[in-house]
């Protein structure tokens, strides 16, 4: 997929985000997508992971790009403040478990996680409507 085709859909997910803004109070409910690019986990100890049950031992391990999905609940008050409780899902491939920088190359393992975060927000009114 070339980089047109992601700014393409950078803009069409964004037009089709950008309609929750407009409430002025009350609820309203968002979803997202996008490409998760993950940096290398680090373990605080060396330790026994089991992919697939293999025993591996590891001190970080390195996963693979995925998709990730994103759904939103909000609350906006009339004075430009919001609220969202917001929850994520991807799945990356682990691709490979590091031991002092030997690598363990696997396939086929897959790290499932879902993410919470809550948002205290300010809209700031860039005109008068």
């Known amino acids: 997929m ?27 409910v968002g979803i997202g997508g996008g490409y998760s690019m993950p940096t290398a986990l680090k373990f605080p100890t060396v330790g026994t992971v089991t992919a697939r049950g293999v025993p591996y031992v590891a001190d970080s391990a390195s996963l693979k790009n995925s998709w990730r999905g994103i759904g939103t609940v909000g609350y906006a008050w009339g004075n430009h403040f919001r609220f969202e409780a917001e929850g994520g899902y991807t799945d990356p491939k682990v691709g490979s478990l590091n031991l002092n920088g030997v690598k363990s190359s696997l396939t086929s393992v897959d790290v499932t996680e879902f993410t919470a975060m809550g948002n205290v927000l300010y809209d700031v009114p860039l005109s008068e409507r």
């Open 2 to 28: 070339s980089i047109r085709s992601f700014a393409l859909a950078g803009v069409a997910l964004f037009a089709l985000t950008s309609s929750a803004f407009a409430v002025d109070t009350g609820w309203y």
